[in-house]
Nanobody
Framework: QVQLVESGGGLVQPGGSLRLSCVAS????????MSWYRQGPGKERELVAS????????NYADSVKGRFTISRDNAKNTVYLQMNSLKPEDTAVYYC??????????WGQGTQVTVSS
Protein backbone atom coordinates (compact mmCIF):
# COMPACT_ATOMS: atom_id res chain seq x y z
CA GLN A 1 0.00 0.00 0.00
CA VAL A 2 1.01 3.64 -0.34
CA GLN A 3 3.20 4.93 2.46
CA LEU A 4 4.81 8.30 3.05
CA VAL A 5 7.07 8.42 6.09
CA GLU A 6 8.47 11.75 7.24
CA SER A 7 11.46 12.16 9.52
CA GLY A 8 13.97 14.78 10.59
CA GLY A 9 11.82 16.98 12.77
CA GLY A 10 12.81 18.11 16.24
CA LEU A 11 13.59 21.03 18.49
CA VAL A 12 15.89 23.71 17.11
CA GLN A 13 16.87 27.20 18.20
CA PRO A 14 15.89 30.24 16.14
CA GLY A 15 18.32 30.67 13.28
CA GLY A 16 19.05 26.96 13.16
CA SER A 17 18.53 24.41 10.41
CA LEU A 18 16.77 21.11 9.92
CA ARG A 19 16.38 18.78 6.96
CA LEU A 20 13.16 16.84 6.65
CA SER A 21 12.89 13.66 4.62
CA CYS A 22 9.86 11.85 3.26
CA VAL A 23 10.35 8.31 2.01
CA ALA A 24 7.68 6.99 -0.32
CA SER A 25 6.63 3.46 -1.17
CA UNK A 26 3.75 1.63 -2.80
CA UNK A 27 3.49 3.79 -5.91
CA UNK A 28 5.58 5.08 -8.80
CA UNK A 29 7.25 7.97 -7.02
CA UNK A 30 8.71 9.56 -10.15
CA UNK A 31 5.23 9.98 -11.63
CA UNK A 32 4.03 12.26 -8.85
CA UNK A 33 4.79 15.80 -7.92
CA MET A 34 5.49 16.19 -4.22
CA SER A 35 4.66 18.88 -1.71
CA TRP A 36 5.39 19.81 1.86
CA TYR A 37 2.60 21.28 3.97
CA ARG A 38 2.59 22.43 7.56
CA GLN A 39 0.06 23.08 10.28
CA GLY A 40 1.00 25.29 13.17
CA PRO A 41 -0.82 25.39 16.52
CA GLY A 42 -4.26 26.86 16.02
CA LYS A 43 -3.65 27.40 12.32
CA GLU A 44 -4.91 25.88 9.12
CA ARG A 45 -2.72 23.55 7.10
CA GLU A 46 -0.74 25.49 4.49
CA LEU A 47 1.36 24.67 1.47
CA VAL A 48 5.05 25.27 2.08
CA ALA A 49 6.77 24.04 -1.06
CA SER A 50 6.27 21.78 -4.05
CA UNK A 51 8.51 20.07 -6.58
CA UNK A 52 7.77 18.62 -10.01
CA UNK A 53 8.25 14.97 -10.96
CA UNK A 54 11.80 15.52 -12.20
CA UNK A 55 12.75 18.14 -9.65
CA UNK A 56 13.28 20.77 -12.31
CA UNK A 57 10.47 23.01 -11.08
CA UNK A 58 9.86 24.19 -7.53
CA ASN A 59 7.48 26.60 -5.81
CA TYR A 60 7.51 28.13 -2.36
CA ALA A 61 5.22 29.99 -0.03
CA ASP A 62 6.31 33.60 0.35
CA SER A 63 6.94 33.04 4.06
CA VAL A 64 9.74 30.50 3.37
CA LYS A 65 11.29 31.77 0.12
CA GLY A 66 15.03 32.10 0.41
CA ARG A 67 15.13 30.00 3.59
CA PHE A 68 13.70 26.60 2.59
CA THR A 69 14.69 24.35 -0.30
CA ILE A 70 12.67 21.41 -1.59
CA SER A 71 14.38 18.66 -3.55
CA ARG A 72 13.85 15.04 -4.48
CA ASP A 73 15.85 11.93 -5.27
CA ASN A 74 13.80 9.62 -7.47
CA ALA A 75 16.36 6.83 -7.12
CA LYS A 76 15.70 6.85 -3.37
CA ASN A 77 11.95 7.61 -3.56
CA THR A 78 12.58 10.52 -1.22
CA VAL A 79 11.66 14.18 -1.08
CA TYR A 80 13.53 16.60 1.18
CA LEU A 81 12.90 19.96 2.76
CA GLN A 82 16.02 21.82 3.83
CA MET A 83 15.02 24.50 6.31
CA ASN A 84 17.49 27.24 7.21
CA SER A 85 17.22 30.40 9.30
CA LEU A 86 14.32 28.90 11.19
CA LYS A 87 11.95 31.19 13.06
CA PRO A 88 9.53 30.48 15.91
CA GLU A 89 6.66 30.94 13.45
CA ASP A 90 7.94 27.93 11.51
CA THR A 91 6.86 25.74 14.43
CA ALA A 92 4.39 23.23 13.03
CA VAL A 93 3.75 19.66 12.08
CA TYR A 94 5.17 19.16 8.59
CA TYR A 95 3.55 16.77 6.15
CA CYS A 96 4.54 15.52 2.74
CA UNK A 97 1.89 14.95 0.10
CA UNK A 98 1.73 13.58 -3.41
CA UNK A 99 0.08 15.42 -6.23
CA UNK A 100 -0.88 14.24 -9.68
CA UNK A 101 -3.69 15.71 -11.70
CA UNK A 102 -6.72 13.45 -11.65
CA UNK A 103 -5.25 11.05 -9.13
CA UNK A 104 -5.80 10.61 -5.39
CA UNK A 105 -3.54 12.56 -3.04
CA UNK A 106 -1.62 10.73 -0.34
CA TRP A 107 -0.39 12.23 2.93
CA GLY A 108 2.30 11.26 5.38
CA GLN A 109 1.72 11.15 9.13
CA GLY A 110 3.71 14.31 9.82
CA THR A 111 6.82 15.27 11.75
CA GLN A 112 6.94 17.93 14.46
CA VAL A 113 9.25 20.92 14.08
CA THR A 114 9.62 23.21 17.08
CA VAL A 115 11.67 26.39 16.87
CA SER A 116 12.34 27.78 20.32
CA SER A 117 15.14 29.05 22.49
Amino acid sequence: QVQLVESGGGLVQPGGSLRLSCVASGFTFSSYGMSWYRQGPGKERELVASVSTTGSSTNYADSVKGRFTISRDNAKNTVYLQMNSLKPEDTAVYYCKTYRLGWKDYWGQGTQVTVSS
